[in-house]
């Protein structure tokens, strides 16, 4: 069974960082390409980020673009999502996301419980 487990979410201010943490477990982390998605009350999931099985390609949406920066270690399973200049429009429940549709699709098969980030103006 594939677990996806998020850390590192919490209440910033505007202008600072935070860096989001996603474990996994249960499946050949290193084959697959993972994401980094956000939802708020009322509006549909949307994609934030997607790095490809090596670490070699990233993808970004364009309200990150230049903010946000994703990275893996696939020796230690994981996956990050570093985020700088905080915005309050980055305020979400983000969402870890891994599998093979990921990339081109940015559709997951995978998904963890989610991470609360607040950014306060």
């Known amino acids: 069974q594939v677990q996806l487990v998020e850390s590192g979410g919490g209440l910033v201010q505007a202008g600072g960082s935070l860096r989001l943490s996603c474990a996994v477990s249960?499946?050949?982390?290193?084959?697959?390409?993972m994401g980094w998605f956000r939802q708020t009350p009322g509006k549909e999931r949307e994609f934030v980020s997607a790095?490809?099985?090596?670490?070699?390609?990233?993808y970004y949406a364009d309200s990150v673009k230049g903010r946000f920066t994703i990275s893996r270690d696939n020796a230690k399973n994981a996956v990050y999502l570093q985020m700088n200049s905080l915005k309050p429009e980055d305020t979400a429940v983000y969402y870890c996301?891994?599998?093979?549709?990921?990339?081109?699709?940015?559709?997951?098969?995978?998904w963890g419980q989610g991470a609360q980030v607040t950014v306060s103006s």
């Open positions: 790095i490809n099985w090596s670490g070699t390609y990233t």
């Open positions: 996301a891994g599998g093979p549709r990921i990339i081109p699709d940015r559709k997951g098969d995978y």
């Open positions: 249960g499946h050949t982390f290193s084959t697959y390409p």
